[in-house]
């Protein structure tokens, strides 16, 4: 019973941070005002997610990172995630 809430409440929570990072694509285009809360808040949470995969996935001006920081999120870590919890209860 544990496991399977931890895993669903890691589910929730990765799901949670890539919307952030979508919303986060979302601001790069509109240009909010940097000195909102909300998007200082946004920026806050997504930025040292994006910012360490900056160095590999920028190609001239096109920032792959919230791709990659979302493919990762999905395809490696959450699996690990769910490995780890099963493996410890």
Known sequence: MLPGI?????YWLFELITILIFVNIVFSWVRPD???PIVKAIYGLTEPILAPLRRFTVFGPI??????AVL???MVIF???????????
Do not use: E, H, R, T
């Open 63 to 68: 920032d792959f990172s919230p791709f990659a």
């Open 79 to 89: 699996p690990l995630y769910k490995m780890i919890i099963v493996f410890i209860f």
């Open 72 to 74: 990762l999120l999905q």
């Open 6 to 10: 931890l895993i669903q409440a890691g």
């Open 34 to 36: 940097p000195n909102n």
